[in-house]
């Protein structure tokens, strides 16, 4: 194995722990349409889920704020899965979360019921109550966003491998 | 005529939006997965041999069965033999193979595949396998959207075969046609969305052209049409078909389409 790969990949195995974080909010942005029946189909499919309690939207940017019912197990990829069956694909995809005290770095990783979240491009901080997410992986970002970041996160070896259960996210800025 | 005007009115009191939903062809993109859509389609075309105008009535059902896949069920019923007569169906799909989308933009390419079957007389060159002939047709179709405007053309080899019991296909005509549309859509109402209650109106052009492959023979047809999407679940097209350009027998070229039709959503979800 190439040396320097191995040092790369020593110096990036993120730290794992189990970290109370619940998913309350996700703001998608769909992609590739502009018309309000199809807007229609997308908000049918997400309302379809049990762990939804409601659906507000904006047609004109085809944005959809899904709010989950407490102590749900919805992850992104069941909200992305939804607007793929309507048709259209996720531009965008920003969720909020609740921390309590976790303190996160670059590279942190934690495990929650059945996902990972790997932080990407993060100052080390501590994040106590709601906090909005931006997930960055394939099919959660337009191609041509991917594109782009498939080169700028490719120092993050789990953001390469594309494991669909692992999640990269960027906290955003309040 | 009374019912026709009381149809219309009915049309201008409702209405729907959706620029890629064409009338007489279909875009790249699928109906929702677990979706299931009802569309009663009528059309009324003026004889050209004859006085009187020739009816069809097409009632479908359009399944999703994935985001990327659909099937639909169409059944022929026309007025041709002087009394509504049920002259066969058809069974169609189509999958989506590509996809480029961008935030208010996309690309698609979609193959279809569709078998006819007709037990109607043949009494025109023209090979129409939706309400006329025996047969079946495959193709590809690519739609580009960029914000209000779709753009969208197909291509497809269509061939008729014999319309069992009773008729042959005649052996002096050409059985095998190539196909290829144009069509353009914009939404023009509203200009900005309030809610799913908005109707939406779309104006639409479309041309249509077939050509004999064993003779060349050659047609091709203008369809402009309106559409109105009403509760982003409804929808009604009032379109007019009119020949450009014809060297081959066609018996009813020129006509009006009256389109109605409803999607139920999450039905097999």
């Given at each position: 194995m190439?040396l320097?790969i191995?040092l790369?990949?020593?110096?990036?195995i993120p730290?794992?722990s189990?970290?109370n974080?619940?998913?309350?909010?996700a703001?998608?942005?769909?992609?590739?349409?502009?018309?309000s029946?199809?807007s229609?189909a997308i908000?049918k499919?997400?309302k379809?889920l049990?762990?939804?309690?409601?659906?507000?939207?904006?047609?004109?940017t085809?944005t959809?704020?899904v709010?989950?019912?407490?102590?749900?197990?919805?992850s992104?990829?069941?909200?992305?899965?939804?607007?793929?069956?309507?048709?259209?694909?996720?531009?965008?995809?920003i969720?909020?979360?609740?921390f309590?005290?976790v303190e996160?770095?670059?590279?942190?990783?934690?495990?929650?019921?059945g996902?990972?979240?790997?932080?990407?491009e993060?100052k080390?901080?501590?994040?106590d109550g709601e906090n909005?997410?931006?997930?960055?992986?394939?099919?959660?970002?337009?191609?041509k966003e991917?594109?782009?970041?498939s080169k700028?996160?490719?120092?993050?070896p789990?953001y390469i491998?594309g494991?669909?259960?692992?999640?990269?996210?960027?906290?955003?800025?309040p | 005529m009374?019912?026709?005007?009381l149809?219309?009115a009915?049309?201008?009191?409702?209405s729907?939006?959706?620029q890629?939903?064409f009338?007489v062809?279909?875009?790249?993109?699928?109906?929702?997965a677990g979706?299931v859509?009802v569309?009663?389609?009528?059309?009324?075309f003026?004889e050209?041999f004859?006085d009187?105008?020739?009816?069809?009535l097409?009632?479908e059902?359009?399944?999703?069965i994935s985001g990327?896949?659909?099937?639909r069920?169409s059944?022929?019923v026309?007025?041709r033999?002087?009394t509504?007569?049920a002259?066969?169906g058809?069974?169609?799909?189509k999958?989506?193979?590509?996809s480029?989308?961008?935030?208010?933009?996309h690309?698609?390419?979609?193959?279809?595949?569709?078998y006819s079957?007709n037990?109607?007389?043949?009494?025109?060159?023209q090979?129409?396998?939706?309400?006329h002939n025996t047969?079946?047709?495959?193709?590809?179709?690519?739609?580009?959207?960029i914000?209000k405007?779709?753009?969208?053309s197909?291509?497809?080899?269509e061939?008729?075969?014999?319309?069992?019991?009773?008729y042959?296909?005649?052996?002096?005509?050409?059985?095998?046609?190539?196909?290829?549309t144009?069509s353009?859509?914009r939404?023009?109402?509203?200009?900005?969305?309030?809610?799913?209650k908005?109707?939406?109106v779309?104006?639409?052009?479309?041309?249509?052209?077939q050509?004999?492959?064993?003779n060349g023979?050659?047609?091709?047809?203008?369809?402009?049409s309106?559409?109105?999407i009403i509760?982003?679940q409804?929808r009604i097209?009032?379109?007019?078909?009119k020949?450009l350009?014809s060297?081959?027998?066609?018996?009813?070229?020129?006509?009006?389409?009256l389109?109605?039709?409803y999607t139920f959503?999450?039905?097999?979800?």
């Open positions: 190439n320097k191995l790369i990949a020593i110096t990036f730290a794992l189990n970290v974080a619940q998913i309350s909010k703001e998608i942005v769909a992609t590739g349409l502009t018309c029946m199809c229609n908000n499919q997400l379809s049990t762990e939804v309690d409601s659906v507000v939207i904006d047609l004109n085809n959809f704020v709010h989950l019912k407490k102590d749900n197990k919805v992104p990829r069941i909200l992305k899965e939804r607007v793929e069956k309507a048709g259209f694909f996720v531009g965008s995809m969720i909020n979360m609740s309590e005290n996160v770095s670059d590279n942190y990783k934690f495990e929650k019921d996902f990972s979240m790997v932080f990407v993060t080390a901080k501590t994040l909005k997410v931006k997930i960055m992986d394939k099919g959660f970002v337009t191609n991917f594109k782009k970041l700028s996160l490719s120092k993050y789990t491998e494991n669909e259960d692992d999640y990269h996210v960027k906290v955003m800025v | 009374k019912a026709i005007i149809m219309l009915t049309c201008i009191i409702n729907l939006n959706a890629e939903l009338v062809t279909d875009p790249a993109s699928n109906v929702p979706s859509s569309r009663l389609s009528n059309s009324l003026k050209i004859e009187g105008y020739n009816y069809h097409m009632p059902i359009t399944w999703g990327k896949l659909m099937v069920a059944g022929f026309s007025n033999s002087n509504l007569y002259e066969g058809s069974i169609f799909t999958y989506r193979f590509f480029m989308d961008d935030l208010h933009s690309f698609r390419m979609a193959a279809f595949g569709r079957f037990r109607a007389d043949i009494h025109q060159e090979i129409e396998i939706m309400g047969g079946f047709e495959t193709g590809i179709v690519a739609t580009q959207l914000k405007v779709a753009i969208s197909t291509l497809s080899f061939k008729a075969l014999n319309n069992r019991p009773d042959d296909f005649p052996s002096d005509q050409s059985s095998h046609a190539s196909n290829y144009l353009i859509g939404l023009m109402h509203p200009n900005k969305y309030t809610s799913f908005q109707t939406n779309n104006l639409m052009l479309e041309f249509v052209g050509t004999l492959n064993e023979k050659t047609y091709i047809d203008v369809v402009p309106v559409q109105f509760h982003s409804g097209d009032i379109g007019y078909r020949e350009y060297n081959m027998l066609r018996t009813a070229p020129d006509g009006v389409y389109n109605f039709e959503f999450n039905v097999t979800n």
